[in-house]
């Protein structure tokens, strides 16, 4: 069991208030679940006065309230973000050694893995490969040659890294021919890439994953595209080719991107929108929508005089 003392350096970005008891006292917590899910080892949090008394309700150890909550029990431990107090409580009590490389990867002795690095069943590893120190690789992952992947990066399983991009020649015939794709992908650190999403590397040049960037399933990245630091991808996400998405952008699912467009820091498109080629999209904040994406409010009014003329 962790001491308080121990417990309130985990969740130190979270901001817990100074505690009355002794930072020494131990803590019987072992898990976080739910609050149906409670017992007498876990930690739960509440986000408001009703979910709070939920929680006391229950017979959890410990639970995460924001500061200034109203409730004389000394489960309670006032937090400014009871939500990322809960999951860095998460993360630490989940931790464990990585496994090692499955009996059934395929390692090509060209490539090189830092320590506590963790292959899965079926996962393919090129030559040139690097991988950096505490990295997750799932089953059947397919890591093509010359990919950099930093420290703690996360692939789950059936993602594909590094694959040809979708660039073409075409012949006086009419036919087509593959343009060179013999650039490179930069996975930075602490970025975690969903199950069955593919990145491809750089035509010439390079494509980059910023890091802390978070990707979900099903998620295309065409190459040379340069996504920033802290960029949020929801599922079926495709974007394509030489398009940056700049620090701290959301996109929701379905989102749609053309080649050579720019997204810039902060900007949030709403799920399904849609970015024409060579579009640039501004503003730290602002909530972009529809196809072609527009600002939020000028979508909305343009949805009701639809409604109007139908």
Request: glycine share 14%; charged share 15%; net charge neutral.
């Given at each position: 069991m962790p001491t308080l003392h121990e417990l309130y350096d985990w969740i130190?970005?979270?901001?817990?208030?100074?505690?009355?008891?002794?930072?020494?006292?131990?803590?019987?917590?072992?898990?976080?679940?739910?609050?149906?899910d409670a017992t007498a080892n876990a930690a739960v949090f509440a986000s408001?006065?009703?979910?709070?008394?939920?929680?006391?309700a229950t017979e959890a150890a410990l639970i995460f309230a924001p500061i200034g909550s109203s409730a004389d029990d000394d489960r309670v431990?006032?937090?400014?973000?009871?939500?990322?107090?809960?999951?860095?409580?998460?993360?630490?009590?989940?931790?464990?050694?990585?496994?090692?490389?499955?009996?059934t990867a395929s390692i090509d002795p060209g490539a090189e893995l830092a320590a506590d690095v963790e292959i899965g069943p079926g996962a393919v590893v090129a030559a040139g490969v690097r991988i950096g120190a505490g990295s997750r690789i799932g089953a059947r992952v397919v890591l093509e040659r010359g990919i950099t992947l930093g420290e703690r990066v996360t692939v789950q399983s059936g993602a594909v890294l590094g694959s040809y991009g979708f660039g073409y020649a075409r012949r006086p015939s009419g036919s087509y021919l593959l343009f060179p794709q013999q650039g490179t992908l930069v996975i930075e650190d602490d970025v975690e890439i969903g199950a069955n999403s593919t990145i491809d590397r750089g035509a010439l040049g390079e494509t980059r994953i910023g890091a802390g960037t978070k990707i979900d399933n099903l998620v295309h990245i065409g190459h040379n595209c340069r996504i920033g630091r802290n960029v949020i991808l929801a599922a079926q996400t495709g974007?394509?080719?030489?398009?940056?998405?700049?620090?701290?952008?959301?996109?929701?699912?379905?989102?749609?991107?053309?080649?050579h467009a720019t997204v810039g820091p902060g900007v949030i498109l709403g799920g399904g929108a849609g970015v024409l080629s060579g579009k640039k999209l501004f503003g730290a904040g602002q909530v972009f929508w529809g196809r072609p994406a527009q600002p939020l409010r000028q979508y909305l009014r343009d949805l009701a005089r639809l409604r109007k003329g139908a």
């Amino acid at each position: 069991m962790p001491t308080l003392h121990e417990l309130y350096d985990w969740i130190a970005e979270a901001g817990p208030a100074q505690p009355a008891s002794s930072l020494a006292a131990p803590v019987n917590v072992q898990r976080v679940t739910s609050l149906v899910d409670a017992t007498a080892n876990a930690a739960v949090f509440a986000s408001d006065a009703a979910t709070l008394q939920q929680a006391i309700a229950t017979e959890a150890a410990l639970i995460f309230a924001p500061i200034g909550s109203s409730a004389d029990d000394d489960r309670v431990l006032p937090v400014r973000d009871p939500r990322l107090a809960f999951t860095l409580l998460a993360h630490r009590l989940r931790r464990t050694p990585a496994l090692g490389t499955h009996l059934t990867a395929s390692i090509d002795p060209g490539a090189e893995l830092a320590a506590d690095v963790e292959i899965g069943p079926g996962a393919v590893v090129a030559a040139g490969v690097r991988i950096g120190a505490g990295s997750r690789i799932g089953a059947r992952v397919v890591l093509e040659r010359g990919i950099t992947l930093g420290e703690r990066v996360t692939v789950q399983s059936g993602a594909v890294l590094g694959s040809y991009g979708f660039g073409y020649a075409r012949r006086p015939s009419g036919s087509y021919l593959l343009f060179p794709q013999q650039g490179t992908l930069v996975i930075e650190d602490d970025v975690e890439i969903g199950a069955n999403s593919t990145i491809d590397r750089g035509a010439l040049g390079e494509t980059r994953i910023g890091a802390g960037t978070k990707i979900d399933n099903l998620v295309h990245i065409g190459h040379n595209c340069r996504i920033g630091r802290n960029v949020i991808l929801a599922a079926q996400t495709g974007i394509s080719g030489s398009t940056v998405v700049e620090d701290g952008a959301i996109l929701g699912g379905q989102v749609g991107i053309g080649e050579h467009a720019t997204v810039g820091p902060g900007v949030i498109l709403g799920g399904g929108a849609g970015v024409l080629s060579g579009k640039k999209l501004f503003g730290a904040g602002q909530v972009f929508w529809g196809r072609p994406a527009q600002p939020l409010r000028q979508y909305l009014r343009d949805l009701a005089r639809l409604r109007k003329g139908a």
